[in-house]
C-alpha cells in the first residue's frame, strides 16, 4: 500500500510538465501577441480529488514571461511552484505531502490555417514528506520533462469555432527515500476537443471534453487513463489585460474529480 501511495506522487510530479505547457500554450494565444510584444502571466490551478475516503489534492501557481519573437514563433520561460496533500484511510489517516518548484522553457510555432505546435522542457525538484502510524519519513528526488503539443481551431462561422488538440510528454524521475531508491520513466498522452463562442469581442466562452492515459496509474482507482468536461472563459479588461478560468470535471473517474484554473495575463 505505501508502494502505491509513493507512486501516486511520483506521477503527479512526472505528468506536470504536459499541464504546465498547456498553462503557456493557452496564455500566449489568448493574447494573440504581434512580433516584439511580452507577455506577462500568472497562474493558479485547484485540483481536488477523493474516492472512498482517500483524497488527492494538489494546488500549482506559475508565473510565465513569453516572447513573441516573430509572426509564428513565442518563446517563454516560467517559474513555479506545486503542492499535493494525500490523506489515505482508515483513521488515523496516513498522510502524505509533496512540495516541487519547477523552472522551464517552452517554445509555439504556428503553422498557419489554425495550425501550432510546441515544445517545452521542465525541470522539478521533489520534495515529500510522509507520515503512517505516527512515524514521519521524507524523501527527495528530482524530475525532467519534455513536451510536445498540435493543435488545430478551424472556424465554423463568424463566432464559433472548434479546437482539436493532442500532446505527449516524457518524464524521467529519480526519487530516494530512507530505504528506497528508484528512478522510473513516465509516458502521458492528452489529447482535447473544444467548441468555442466569440460572445462579443472581449468575451469567448469554451466547452469541451479532455482525455488523458498513461503507462502508469493517473487516478486514486488504479486507472491509466482519464476523461474530464471542461468549460471556459476568456474575458479582455482592456487591450493588454486578460483573465481566462476553467473548470474541469472527471466523468467516471473518482467520486469528485475537479480541476479549476485562472490565468491572469498582461500584454506590453
Known amino acids: 500500500m505505501i508502494t502505491k501511495k509513493r507512486q501516486l506522487s511520483r506521477s503527479a510530479v512526472a505528468v506536470c510538465g504536459a499541464v504546465l505547457f498547456s498553462t503557456i500554450f493557452t496564455n500566449a494565444k489568448a493574447q494573440s501577441l504581434q512580433p516584439g510584444e511580452r507577455l506577462l502571466a500568472f497562474s493558479y490551478t485547484n485540483l481536488q480529488r477523493e474516492d472512498a475516503g482517500t483524497e488527492r489534492n494538489a494546488d500549482t501557481a506559475i508565473i510565465s514571461y513569453t516572447y513573441q519573437r516573430t509572426t509564428q514563433m513565442a518563446f517563454t520561460g516560467y517559474i ?10 482508515p483513521t488515523p489517516a496516513d498522510r502524505q505531502e509533496t512540495d516541487n518548484p519547477l523552472v522551464g522553457v517552452g ?40 513536451s510536445l503539443r498540435f493543435s488545430q481551431t ?21 526519487y530516494d527515500t530512507p530505504g528506497i531508491s528508484n ?11 473544444t467548441v468555442g463562442y466569440v460572445a462579443t469581442p472581449d468575451l469567448v466562452l469554451k466547452a469541451g471534453i479532455h482525455r488523458a492515459s498513461a503507462n502508469n496509474v493517473i487516478t486514486i482507482t488504479g486507472d491509466r487513463g482519464l476523461t474530464r ?7 479582455r479588461f482592456n487591450q493588454d489585460t486578460a483573465i481566462a478560468l476553467n473548470w474541469m470535471e472527471g466523468i467516471g473517474a473518482e467520486d469528485t474529480h475537479q ?3 485562472i490565468n491572469l495575463m498582461r500584454r506590453f
Do not use: C, H, N, W
Not at 503542492?83 to 489515505?88: K, S
Not at 468536461?229 to 474575458?235: M, S
Open 229 to 235: 468536461g471542461k468549460i471556459g472563459a476568456i474575458y
Open 80 to 89: 513555479g511552484q506545486s503542492r499535493t496533500e494525500g490523506i489515505f484511510p
Open 183 to 193: 528512478s522510473s520513466t513516465s509516458i502521458r498522452y492528452d489529447g482535447s476537443l
Open 154 to 174: 478551424i472556424p465554423l462561422s463568424e463566432q464559433v469555432f472548434l479546437t482539436g488538440a493532442v500532446s505527449g510528454a516524457v518524464s524521467k524521475s529519480e
Open 107 to 146: 517554445m509555439t510555432y504556428s503553422l498557419g490555417s489554425g495550425r501550432e505546435i510546441g515544445a517545452s522542457l521542465i525541470y522539478g525538484d521533489i520534495g515529500e514528506e510522509y507520515t503512517s502510524g505516527g512515524t514521519t519519513t521524507r524523501g527527495d528526488g528530482d524530475t525532467l520533462t519534455a
Open 259 to 261: 480541476r479549476l484554473q
